[in-house]
């Protein structure tokens, strides 16, 4: 008030209209108070402009044309769009953190069961660097005489390059066993959890000099869609209540990131069942990469935002991927007698059934449609359809490893 006061009595007014003066100004300070608080209410459905409304079904608590940064601290109070907004922040982390757990312990420990297989791919193997670095950790191993066996055979095989016969039946685990130190012997008494402590150790450090990983680029791809996609639909339902303009590009790019986690969804599978045919995962990696594409240049159509059209956005991502159920089978005519095709397989079909419940749920706006305005905070279809989407992409993530796994060991 000490402002006004200057203001008043620069003007020369007389004391009797400065004292006007004040409670002009108090009363206009207190209206601007008034009508921001009034501004930032939450409203009801048949308040907000056009652009913003989408269901019907859901009455109250919408923001309505707010400042950004109230917006951006709408983030911590309550209204209908709080679930949405952290159902897929919460997955964005979850997926973070995945991606980051992938890149730096998968592979890192290898069943010691799953090196019966080390015999296949021995000839892949760099022999002479395993030698110098078994010797290297266990320096006992010179005087086991399995290591003098295997040290024979890789100096009658290495010169030709021809298989290796005479490791063809080669018992990996059991000269794990022998090729352990005496004092790691059961003979002396060793507590069970450390011998195979050491067994474990020392299959670690084989592992990775006789399996070459494989690349792991459309794992990461496929992961880094499922980010994109679970950010880019957090920030849309958080950004959206700003401007039209805003809520043009935010659902755009919301529209973009659902096209890419069904897109690179398809390169683990399509990429690792047929990694040894090239042709066959170029066709299957293309064509959905192109369908992708045309899906996210359709979604930038102003027209394609009206809510009459909600069931066919739906249709449209559910089409693109149901069309994955071609190279699925693909695979399973291919494969049918390894238990990996079949135990990825499983995990598919639960992402498409975890999918598709998702787009039906979106799309029919169950249950909000039973009981408009019952649902407007918690349980309303879209929060129903982020719930799932995390689960079907985690349910992925889970085959994905599978696939890495099976490929590590068996290569082609």
């Not at 601007?32 to 907000?48: A, D, G, N, P």
């Not at 496929?222 to 996609?229: K, P, Y």
Request: net charge positive; hydrophobic share 45%; with cysteine.
């Amino acid at each position: 008030m000490g402002s006004v006061e200057q203001v008043c009595e620069d003007t020369n007014m007389t004391a009797e209209k400065i004292g006007h003066c004040k409670v002009s100004c108090s009363k206009e300070g207190k209206g601007k108070r008034l009508w921001k608080k009034v501004k930032y209410q939450l409203v009801e459905y048949h308040s907000l402009p056009g652009y913003l409304r989408d269901n019907e079904f859901i009455v109250g608590h919408y923001r309505s044309e707010w400042p950004m940064k109230q917006v951006l601290l709408s983030i911590f109070t309550i209204h209908n769009e709080t679930l949405n907004v952290w159902t897929h922040l919460i997955g964005f982390f979850i997926f973070l953190s995945l991606t980051i757990y992938t890149a730096m312990k998968v592979p890192k420990v290898v069943d010691l069961h799953s090196l019966q297989h080390i015999p296949d791919v021995l000839r892949k193997a760099d022999l002479h660097k395993l030698h110098s670095e078994l010797m290297t950790c266990l320096p006992s191993l010179p005087n086991m005489p399995d290591l003098h066996k295997l040290r024979k055979e890789l100096k009658t095989t290495l010169p030709s390059m021809d298989l290796l016969p005479s490791l063809s039946g080669w018992h990996v685990v059991e000269l794990l066993y022998n090729c352990l130190p005496e004092r790691f012997s059961i003979g002396n008494h060793t507590d069970v959890c450390v011998l195979q402590s050491v067994k474990e150790d020392v299959a670690n450090i084989i592992a990775p000099l006789m399996v070459r990983p494989i690349t792991r680029w459309p794992f990461f791809a496929f992961l880094g869609g499922a980010m994109f996609c679970l950010l880019a639909s957090s920030t849309c339902h958080l950004l959206s209540c700003h401007s039209e303009r805003i809520s043009y590009i935010m659902l755009r790019l919301d529209y973009a990131g659902i096209a890419a986690l069904i897109s690179t969804s398809f390169y683990p599978p399509v990429y690792y069942s047929f990694m040894c045919d090239p042709f066959f995962s170029n066709l299957y990696m293309g064509f959905i990469t192109v369908l992708g594409v045309a899906t996210i240049l359709f979604s930038l159509l102003p027209v394609f935002q009206n809510p009459e059209f909600r069931s066919i956005r739906a249709s449209l991502f559910f089409g693109m991927g149901v069309s994955g159920i071609a190279p699925i089978l693909h695979k399973l005519i291919l494969f049918w007698h390894q238990p990996e095709a079949l135990h990825t397989t499983g995990y598919e079909v639960l992402m498409g059934f975890l999918y598709g419940i998702g787009a039906l749920v979106y799309a029919t706006r169950i249950p909000e449609r039973w009981m408009p305005g019952k649902f407007d905070i918690a349980g309303h279809s879209h929060q129903l359809f982020h719930i799932l989407v995390v689960a079907g992409a985690y349910t992925h993530y889970r085959a994905g490893l599978v696939y890495l796994k099976w490929r590590d060991l068996n290569g082609c």
